[in-house]
């Protein structure tokens, strides 16, 4: 995964019901935490945490 990526986040870290789909805007390796990955949806709300709550959406191509 990389910055500019789309993902979604696991409803487990973020509290609402369904997963959230945003743009990655950060990525940081802590040394305590791993992979630290923070995303912005659309609603310009961003939410971060270690890389197992997250899942790189793939966009299909024909």
Request: aromatic share 10%; with cysteine.
């Amino acid at each position: 995964m990389k910055i500019g990526d789309r993902a979604k986040v696991n409803p487990r870290l973020t509290g609402l019901d369904e997963w959230v789909e945003g743009v990655v805007i950060d990525l940081e390796q802590n040394p305590f935490r791993g992979l630290v990955i923070a995303i912005k949806d659309d609603q310009g709300r961003i939410f971060f945490g270690e890389a197992e709550y997250f899942k790189k959406i793939e966009l299909c191509t024909l």
